[in-house]
C-alpha cells in the first residue's frame, strides 16, 4: 500500500511541476507583451498584441489551475499532521497566493490594453515581469531546499 501511495505521489509531483512551467512560461512571457504594447506607436501593432495578450492569458490559464489543483492532491495525500508539520508550505502556499492575484490582474492589464486605457510605461511592465521570477525563486527553494 505504501509503494502504491509513493507513486501516486511522485506522478502528482510530476505533473504539478509540468503543469507549474507551463504557466510560468505564460506569465513570464505575458508583461513582455505589455512592455511592447505600452511601448508601440503603431496601432497594427498594438491591435496584434491584443490578440497575443488574451490568447496567451486564456492558454496558460488551465495550466494554473491544474498546477493549483494538483497541489492540493499532494497536500491531501500526504495528510493533516504532514501539513500541519510542513512550515514551509504554509510561506509557498503564501506566496503562490500572491501569484494566483499576480494571474488574476494580468486579466485585468489585458482588458485594458484591450480598451487602450493603459497609462503606464514600458518600464511599469518591465518592473511588473520581475515579480513572478522573485517569487518562482522563493517558492523552488522553499520546496526543495525547506529551509524552515
Same mark, same amino acid.
Given at each position: 500500500? %505504501?509503494?502504491? $501511495?509513493?507513486?501516486?505521489?511522485? /506522478? &502528482? +509531483?510530476?505533473?504539478?511541476?509540468?503543469?507549474?512551467?507551463? /504557466?510560468?512560461?505564460?506569465?513570464?512571457?505575458?508583461? =513582455?507583451?505589455?512592455?511592447?504594447?505600452?511601448?508601440?506607436?503603431? @496601432?497594427?501593432?498594438? %491591435?496584434? $498584441?491584443?490578440?497575443?495578450?488574451?490568447?496567451?492569458?486564456?492558454?496558460?490559464?488551465?495550466?494554473?489551475?491544474?498546477?493549483?489543483?494538483?497541489?492540493?492532491?499532494?497536500?491531501?495525500?500526504y495528510g493533516h499532521d504532514w501539513f500541519i508539520a510542513a512550515k514551509w508550505l504554509h510561506i509557498k502556499l503564501s506566496l503562490v497566493t500572491i501569484l494566483f492575484v499576480y494571474h488574476a490582474y494580468c486579466f485585468?492589464?489585458?482588458?485594458?490594453?484591450?480598451?487602450? +486605457? @493603459?497609462? =503606464?510605461?514600458?518600464?511599469?511592465? =518591465?518592473?511588473?515581469?520581475?515579480?513572478?521570477?522573485?517569487? &518562482?525563486?522563493?517558492?523552488?527553494? $522553499?520546496?526543495?531546499? +525547506?529551509?524552515?
Open positions: 500500500m %505504501q509503494t502504491f $501511495l509513493i507513486n501516486n505521489i511522485l /506522478w &502528482l +509531483k510530476a505533473f504539478h511541476v509540468i503543469f507549474m512551467v507551463a /504557466w510560468f512560461a505564460g506569465i513570464f512571457y505575458l508583461p =513582455r507583451l505589455f512592455v511592447n504594447h505600452a511601448e508601440t506607436q503603431s @496601432n497594427d501593432v498594438a %491591435q496584434q $498584441l491584443k490578440g497575443m495578450e488574451k490568447r496567451l492569458l486564456y492558454f496558460v490559464t488551465p495550466f494554473a489551475i491544474f498546477t493549483f489543483i494538483l497541489g492540493l492532491a499532494m497536500i491531501h495525500a485585468k492589464l489585458v482588458k485594458t490594453f484591450r480598451e487602450d +486605457k @493603459n497609462t =503606464r510605461s514600458g518600464r511599469f511592465y =518591465r518592473i511588473f515581469n520581475e515579480i513572478p521570477v522573485l517569487v &518562482l525563486f522563493a517558492v523552488i527553494i $522553499l520546496a526543495y531546499v +525547506k529551509p524552515v
